[in-house]
């Protein structure tokens, strides 16, 4: 039976490319890559950069809306379309072009789409959540912002003991609060993540490995630099987080993000991140890229080279 179970795999399953051609999506500029997968596919939660219309001071980061895309070989993607856009997010300012880095997670057989956008009300940023019966959609934004919540770059972490925890990147650090089962409310006060190292921190992708937990973040290293990917274990979702190292250095050609996302597919494990290929002069419209990642047998990351293309 696991022979045959293993030969109707390998026949029907694509396999997957022994190298990803990077940049994976190449229609249009795609950044902070959340990849999860759902079922049988991976799907990819990016932002989506473009040239703001606006004032040329608000050029920078600019983004109106999310697309989804999947895969079944992580080469050839489809683009599900626009699944939500600045002005169907009541809270948020609609000319803001601030819909930031999203993530997206499944519980109790809905879709939950979290993402950061300006407030409409105020100077900042607030998290907003949208739901949808599947991973592409139809999600529709919940009428407020989480109460409690200041920042960008939101990740839910769901736990192998079934709890979920909401990390994000605000009050000058990393923050992270469990989240109620509702996911529409935090069930603690917020804390900061203790233990990582100075230098400006963003990004939070957290994920379980064989009962260890990884908080992995860009991260600013040195004065004057840009954002290599860095990485703390844990033995608990709130640590305390012991600093590990580099999983990417910064890039010698000055694009001055990364932000990235760790999944596994079908056995091997991935790294999403971004860079500028498409846009060498200006560094705020970005492309995302994939490159296998592995672990060493205590756990710790071996640093990712990306690959050129
Ligand atoms: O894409 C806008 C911002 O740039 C993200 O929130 C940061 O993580 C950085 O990639």
Redesign the pocket.
């Known amino acids: 039976r696991v022979l045959w179970c293993a030969l109707t795999a390998a026949l029907l399953l694509p396999s997957l490319p022994s190298t990803a051609q990077n940049p994976v999506i190449r229609d249009q500029y795609s950044?902070?890559p959340t990849a999860r997968v759902f079922g049988d596919r991976v799907y990819l939660y990016p932002?989506h950069d473009i040239i703001s219309p606006v004032a040329p001071e608000r050029r920078w980061?600019a983004?109106a809306d999310y697309h989804v895309f999947s895969s079944n070989d992580l080469a050839d993607w489809t683009d599900h379309g626009v699944i939500l856009d600045q002005k169907q997010v009541p809270w948020a300012n609609h000319e803001g072009y601030a819909m930031?880095?999203p993530d997206c997670v499944e519980h109790q057989g809905r879709y939950y789409l979290l993402f950061?956008s300006g407030l409409a009300s105020e100077r900042g940023f607030g998290i907003g959540i949208a739901t949808a019966p599947s991973p592409i959609g139809p999600f529709t934004p919940a009428a407020k912002p989480l109460d409690g919540v200041r920042g960008?770059?939101p990740c839910m972490l769901q736990t192998s003991r079934g709890e979920s925890y909401l990390f994000w990147?605000g009050n000058g650090g990393i923050t992270v609060a469990r989240m109620n089962d509702d996911y529409q409310s935090l069930a603690e006060t917020p804390k900061t993540i203790a233990g990582l190292p100075d230098g400006f921190k963003?990004?939070p992708f957290a994920f379980e490995r064989n009962g260890l937990f990884y908080l992995t973040f860009?991260w600013v290293r040195q004065k004057n630099g840009t954002e290599t990917l860095a990485y703390a274990m844990s033995e608990s979702p709130e640590g305390p987080y012991t600093f590990k190292g580099l999983i990417m250095d910064e890039w010698p050609d000055k694009c001055w993000?990364n932000?990235h996302s760790i999944v596994q597919y079908r056995g091997q494990w991935y790294l999403f991140y971004?860079h500028n290929d498409y846009s060498p002069t200006f560094d705020k419209c970005r492309s995302v890229r994939v490159d296998s990642l592995s672990f060493r047998p205590d756990g710790t990351i071996v640093k990712v080279h990306p690959t050129l293309r």
């Open positions: 950044a902070d932002s980061f983004m930031w880095a950061p960008i770059d990147a963003e990004g860009p993000t932000h971004h």
